[in-house]
T-cell receptor, first 113, second 112 residues
C-alpha cells in the first residue's frame, strides 16, 4: 500500500537558519503530494501541494518539488522564524476512490531566537 | 465561515462507555474523513465517506462506526470504548480530486 516516510524530529534551529525536512513516498500510480502544518492545539492546515512530477509547491517562503525519479517531496525554507515552530506532515493522496490522504509521522520544528 | 466543526473538543470516558463524535462542514464538500492522531504515528484514517449515505473503512476501522445521513454531517461512534482508543480525533472534508482537505480543530478523547 501507499506510505510516506519523513525525517524524525524534533528539529531545533536558530532563527534565520535554513530548513530542510525530508519526505519520501511509496505509491502505486501518480499521487498528489502535500505538506500540512499543525500549530499547537490546532488542526492541520495545508501548507503547499504539487499534483504532478516536477511541480513545485510554494507558500509563505516554504517550497517543495515533486521528484518522481527519487520519489521525494522535501520541504525547504531559506530563513525560518520563531513563528514557524509547529509540526509538519508530508502526505500523499491516492487520487482514486475516496481521495484518501496517507500521512507521514510528522516532524516537530522548534525555532529559537 | 466556520469550515469544519467538531463536537466535543474534549471528553473523558470510562472503559465500556459509548459516545458519538460529531463533525459538521459548511463547504458543501462531498468527501469526509475521520482520522486519529497518536504520538509517533502521524494521522491514520478510520473511516471515510464519498457522499451522503455512503461510508467506507479506512486503515484502522475496528471499534468504530460511522454514519453520513446528511451531506454536511459525519458522525463517528464508539460503541464500547477501550483505553487503546485514547487519541486525538480529526475530521476532514474535501471536494475530492487533487484538492486539499480541510481539517477540524480535533477532539481529545481519553478512555480510562
Amino acid at each position: 500500500g501507499d506510505s510516506v516516510t519523513q525525517m524524525e524530529g524534533p528539529v531545533t534551529l536558530s532563527e534565520e537558519a535554513f530548513l530542510t525536512i525530508n519526505c519520501t513516498y511509496t505509491a502505486t500510480g501518480y499521487p498528489s503530494l502535500f505538506w500540512y502544518v499543525q500549530y499547537p492545539g490546532e488542526g492541520l492546515q495545508l501548507l503547499l501541494k504539487a499534483t504532478k512530477a516536477d511541480d513545485k509547491g510554494s507558500n509563505k517562503g516554504f517550497e517543495a518539488t515533486y521528484r518522481k525519479e527519487t520519489t521525494s517531496f522535501h520541504l525547504e525554507k531559506g530563513s525560518v522564524q520563531v513563528s514557524d515552530s509547529a509540526v509538519y506532515f508530508c502526505a500523499l493522496s491516492d487520487r482514486g476512490g475516496g481521495n484518501k490522504l496517507t500521512f507521514g509521522t510528522g516532524t516537530q520544528l522548534k525555532v529559537e531566537l | 465561515n466556520a469550515g469544519v466543526t467538531q463536537t466535543p473538543k474534549f471528553r473523558v470516558l470510562k472503559t465500556g462507555q459509548s459516545m458519538t463524535l460529531l463533525c459538521a462542514q459548511d463547504m458543501n464538500h462531498e468527501y469526509m474523513y475521520w482520522y486519529r492522531q497518536d504520538p509517533g504515528m502521524g494521522l491514520r484514517l478510520i473511516h471515510y465517506s464519498v457522499g451522503e449515505g455512503t461510508t467506507a473503512k479506512g486503515e484502522v476501522p475496528d471499534g468504530y462506526n460511522v454514519s453520513r445521513l446528511k451531506k454536511q454531517n459525519f458522525l463517528l461512534g464508539l460503541e464500547s470504548a477501550a483505553p487503546s482508543q485514547t487519541s486525538v480525533y480529526f475530521c476532514a472534508s474535501s471536494t475530492g480530486g487533487n484538492t486539499e482537505a480541510f481539517f477540524g480543530q480535533g477532539t481529545r478523547l481519553t478512555v480510562v
